[in-house]
């Protein structure tokens, strides 16, 4: 006996239209938007790791020191209290510098002298030529000050006689300025410098010219 064979089943129009959207709609993409963030920020980061390292690494190898600055003579050619409030002094100071790194220059700029007392100019400030400081060498400077009367209050006028009158005067040589450092191809921005030498000088009533330095002053640098 022959098997009936009924009508074919037909599939319902729903499905069929469920069936060809999902056919139609595109993959979606495995990196989500979440993922590709979390990638920059890691590379971001990663960069930021290697430029701090080879930052670390060129500051280890290059890393400057202060120059050092000594007073090694001065010599006092005029010194005028006796119309005060004015003061008129003439001085020269030779100062050694000394660059102490192997690898590294040091220009200055804008660099100036002046002589204080008791923590007073009584020199007016002079503007030294630029200086290149090349690497482990050392430089003399031998500036003089003063020379124009200089205004200063009575404490400092009547201690200058009293020291006169000693023997010894102390005094203070101030060194301000701008300097960079240079190493290869690596040039700094500009720092500001700040050189002050505490000294004692023996002086006679009279006498004009070189002075004794008593000791071998080494200056403070501030950087």
């Not at 037909?10 to 469920?18: F, I, S, V, Y």
């Not at 660099?111 to 020199?123: E, G, R």
């Not at 200086?131 to 060498?137: E, I, T």
């Not at 400092?156 to 191809?185: E, F, I, S």
């Amino acid at each position: 006996m022959a098997e009936e064979i009924g009508p074919e089943k037909k599939q319902p129009l729903a499905e069929m239209t469920e069936d060809k959207h999902k056919k139609d709609t595109p993959m979606a993409s495995p990196y989500a938007p979440k993922q590709v963030g979390r990638a920059l920020c890691s590379c971001m980061v990663v960069f930021l790791l290697l430029v701090g390292i080879i930052a670390l690494v060129v500051w280890l190898v290059y890393r400057p020191h202060k120059p050092k600055f000594t007073v090694v003579s001065a010599a006092i050619y005029y010194l005028n209290t006796t119309a005060p409030p004015f003061l008129s002094v003439t001085m020269q100071f030779t100062i050694v510098t000394r660059n102490p790194n192997k690898r590294v220059s040091i220009f200055y700029d804008q660099l100036s002298a002046f002589v204080s007392y008791k923590n007073q100019a009584i020199t007016p400030p002079v503007m030294l030529p630029p200086l290149c400081h090349r690497k482990h060498s050392t430089v003399a400077l031998s500036p003089v000050l003063g020379g124009a009367a200089v205004p200063v209050s009575v404490e400092v006028a009547n201690g200058l006689v009293m020291d006169k009158t000693y023997g010894v005067m102390g005094l203070r040589l101030v060194l301000l300025g701008k300097l960079k450092y240079k190493a290869g191809a690596i040039r700094t921005g500009h720092y500001g410098i700040y050189v002050k030498c505490d000294m004692l000088v023996g002086v006679k009533k009279g006498f004009v010219g070189q002075v004794p330095l008593l000791g071998s002053p080494e200056c403070k640098v501030d950087i």
